[in-house]
């Protein structure tokens, strides 16, 4: 009876996983087109290695570390200005807020990144489908969404 139960739940997390990549594969070609023309790429991944992405994805589960957005973009301001990351559950609710400050200049092709710990945090309990919004002051620059999926 064990077994049983274990091959079901085995077969039934590997046919969530694949519908979960069926419906993002097709979401992430519909946000394309919203970018911003500021933005040169953004990458959701595991880990940062030499200002690169490193395993991107956007399946988690609730033991990985972190989910790491990675941006790379060209910005002229003659101000300081504000990179700005929003973190937005499965229910729909602002999970967490980060900024980064920048000096006023010319950034061409610079590339930054802003991370949610998962493992041993309360994220690891909200399994579905998130988004991360990424800003730069109050212009939008990019949404990804990306499954939070609890361990077996």
């Known amino acids: 009876m064990l077994k049983k139960k274990s091959i079901f ?5 590997l046919l969530s996983a ?3 990549m069926i419906f993002s594969a097709a979401g ?6 919203k970018d911003s023309e500021y933005l040169q790429k ?3 991944c595991k880990d940062i290695v030499e200002k690169n992405p490193l395993q991107e994805t956007n399946f988690f589960i609730s033991q990985d570390e972190k989910v790491v957005s990675w941006v790379r973009f060209s910005y002229d301001s003659p ?6 990351w929003e973190w937005i559950t499965p229910q729909g609710k602002l999970y967490h807020r980060g900024e ?4 006023a200049g010319s950034y061409n092709n610079y590339r930054t990144w802003y991370w949610i ?3 041993d945090r309360y994220a690891s309990k909200l399994p579905g489908e998130w988004k991360v919004r990424v800003y ?3 212009i939008f620059l990019a949404e990804r969404n990306f499954f939070i999926t609890r361990s077996f």
């Open 9 to 13: 739940r085995i077969k039934l997390w």
């Open 18 to 20: 694949l519908l979960l």
């Open 28 to 33: 992430m070609a519909q946000e394309a087109a």
């Open 42 to 44: 953004i990458a959701l």
């Open 79 to 84: 101000e300081n200005f504000v990179l700005r």
């Open 100 to 103: 980064v400050e920048m000096e």
């Open 117 to 119: 710990k998962i493992r």
């Open 136 to 138: 730069i002051n109050d």
